[in-house]
């Protein structure tokens, strides 16, 4: 279901929500001369929560552990006033964990236990990246290639929401054309109560819609369904209009 929160003459803000009423996706689509542009996908429509965290003092062996059984890759720090302060990678909490077989060496090293980490606090990389839940995918995907950096929390009124990673972008380009195809349908046919209206195909995630709409706006709505649907490129419409009239 669309429920347009708030329009007027140059923007719809919307949000699209399951037939159990949870949401799916919000978002704005814009008028640029007579036409309307459905915005790209948001971080808030990849980003992972509920969100694993660790403090600056525990124990490295407890964040390796929340890693290993949550399968994530990094996790934010909180000191111990609840401030996000860092963030933990699986990298960072392997430094100087393992230890190397003197028997391969032939000269090995004496070991040395005096320098090894034993609190996150002394592995975390400081002052983190943040994004927001509203954040363009595509700016946070270039800002992570940038900074060199695989995970940010995303923030929220000063909380954190969420978290993403290369793997969660990663995840919404290499869908094949088929698997789009198929969910964009089926968002299609939920909307129009079960019938087949709109026939979607897809070429290389560009999403072409065959099928008439009622007017501009049944235009929008069917171009934010197929838009929000992670692995979609671009939507186009193939169909005609039955009675043009003016968009909210």
């Not at 934010?76 to 996000?84: H, N």
């Not at 793997?167 to 909307?191: A, F, K, N």
């Not at 290389?204 to 838009?227: F, K, L, N, S």
């Amino acid at each position: 279901m669309i429920l347009v929160l708030n329009s007027g003459s140059s923007s719809v803000k919307y949000r699209l929500t399951d037939p159990d009423g949870r949401r799916v996706a919000t978002g704005k689509i814009e008028r640029i001369g007579e036409a309307w542009k459905v915005g790209g996908m948001r971080v808030k429509d990849i980003m992972t929560h509920p969100v694993y965290s660790v403090r600056t003092v525990d124990p490295i062996e407890v964040a390796a552990k929340l890693r290993a059984d949550r399968r994530i890759t990094a996790a934010p720090v909180f000191d111990e006033a609840g401030e996000l302060v860092g963030m933990v990678s699986e990298g960072a909490l392997l430094w100087h964990r393992v230890s190397s077989d003197p028997t391969a060496h032939l000269r090995p090293a004496a070991a040395d236990t005096d320098d090894r980490p034993r609190t996150v606090a002394e592995v975390m990389s400081g002052s983190p990246l943040t994004t927001w839940p509203e954040a363009d995918v595509a700016d946070v995907a270039q800002m992570m290639l940038e900074r060199e950096v695989r995970s940010l929390p995303e923030l929220e009124d000063d909380m954190v929401v969420g978290i993403v990673s290369r793997r969660d972008i990663l995840r919404t380009v290499v869908r094949t054309d088929d698997v789009v195809r198929g969910d964009v349908q089926h968002r299609l046919d939920e909307y129009a109560g079960g019938d087949r209206r709109w026939t979607a195909t897809v070429d290389d995630g560009v999403v072409t819609i065959g099928g008439d709409t009622d007017d501009e706006v049944e235009q929008t709505v069917v171009r934010i369904m197929a838009r929000t649907i992670p692995g979609v490129a671009d939507v186009k419409l193939a169909g005609g209009r039955a009675h043009a009239t003016s968009c909210p």
